[in-house]
């Protein structure tokens, strides 16, 4: 069993940035693969960013790749996501999930667990 606490959600304007982290407790987290979704009003969740447990892979939705950028501290069971040049678009709450899969998955059902959440709201 992981347990999974998003924290760092907030309102920022265009432009602005924002870090989440996510703290892991539970089973040995440095053997997860650990990734961001978000899920905007009305949508269905979708794959932001996600990490290797080495963190020396990683994988990015093209709308946010290049302004976004995962990381893990495997020491302290934390997932980071920093947050740049941020858009309306990108309101949504933003929810870390961990998987056990061998690569790494971008498919909702590919992971085990799940936060509950945190909102970032962007303003324009």
């Known amino acids: 069993q992981v347990q999974l606490v998003e924290s760092g959600g907030g309102l920022v304007q265009t432009g602005g940035s924002l870090r989440l982290s996510c703290a892991a407790s539970g089973r040995t987290v440095s053997s997860y693969i650990l990734a961001w979704f978000r899920q905007a009003p009305g949508k269905g969740r979708e794959f932001v960013a996600a990490?290797?447990?080495?963190?020396?892979?990683?994988y990015y939705a093209d709308s946010v790749k290049g302004r976004f950028t995962i990381s893990r501290d495997n020491a302290k069971n934390t997932v980071f996501l920093q947050m740049n040049s941020l858009k309306p678009e990108d309101t949504a709450v933003y929810y870390c999930a961990a998987s056990q899969f061998y690569t790494i998955p971008i498919r909702t059902p590919s992971y085990e667990y799940w936060g509950q959440g945190t909102q970032v709201t962007v303003s324009s």
């Open positions: 990490i290797s447990r080495g963190g020396d892979s990683t």
